[in-house]
């Protein structure tokens, strides 16, 4: 299996513009996580989906952040208009069912952005 | 605080010696995982343990877990220089019915040759 796929792996972009960061899931996962990661915050979870369902989006920052999982092997996770400070690595991770019964987070490589 | 927050922040040591990274938490958890990132990469599993588990072993891998002092420690032996990455915990938190992972801020490991 491919694993996680990501893309853009990079982007920069101008503040204002507004940026999609894609994520193709392994096939038969049902979960979909999507992270944010800096210097100053860590690891944070954003926005976590189970059978395409958006279960928790409390870690969505603002409401310039939406995302959105239109069938179970593909989700998008959009910012408009960016500022500056949403520059991070911004991972999607799947897993193969819940965490509960000892499943794992599967990882994608990330995609870096940058705003200017 | 974070759940989940290891120790050391950093980690520096000769090829050879053993690594050992902490990690304590805050709430009542149903398993604890560590992942590892190298530099510019994704994050990647590389051991669970289960709240009623004490201790596991994955190779050159040993975990432990007190659920009494809420901890966890995550034993390298023999590092090589392949090893030097970040190394996060990550809690699979009762109260979120084990729905998502909450990540600490990582030990970052250098293994010198």
């Known amino acids: 299996d491919a694993g996680v796929i990501q893309s853009p792996r990079h982007e920069v972009t101008e503040m204002g513009q507004e940026v999609t960061l894609r994520c193709k899931l392994i096939s038969g996962h049902n979960s979909l996580f999507w992270y944010r990661q800096t210097m100053m915050r860590g690891l944070e979870l954003l926005i976590y989906?189970?059978?395409?369902?958006?279960?928790?989006d409390s870690g969505m920052p603002e409401d310039r952040f939406s995302a959105k999982m239109p069938n179970a092997s593909f989700s998008t996770l959009k910012i408009q208009p960016s500022e500056p400070r949403d520059s991070a690595v911004y991972f999607c991770?799947?897993?193969?069912?819940?965490?509960?019964?000892?499943?794992?987070?599967?990882f994608g490589e990330g995609s870096w952005l940058t705003v200017v | 605080s974070q759940q989940g927050e290891e120790d050391p922040q950093a980690l520096s040591i000769q090829e050879g010696e053993n690594a050992t990274m902490n990690c304590s938490y805050k709430t009542s958890i149903n398993n604890l995982q560590w992942y590892r990132q190298n530099s510019g990469r994704g994050l990647v599993h590389l051991i669970l343990?289960?709240?009623?588990?004490r201790e596991k072993h994955s190779g050159r891998l040993r975990v432990t877990l007190d659920t009494s002092k809420k901890s966890s420690s995550l034993l390298i032996t023999a590092s090589r220089a392949a090893d030097t990455a970040s190394y996060f915990c990550a809690t699979d938190l009762r109260e979120t019915s084990g729905s998502r992972l909450t990540f600490g801020e990582g030990t970052q490991l250098t293994v010198n040759p």
């Open positions: 991770a799947s897993s193969p069912g819940q965490l509960l019964s000892g499943n794992t987070i599967y």
């Open positions: 989906f189970n059978n395409n369902v958006p279960i928790d």
């Open positions: 343990i289960r709240s009623n588990e």
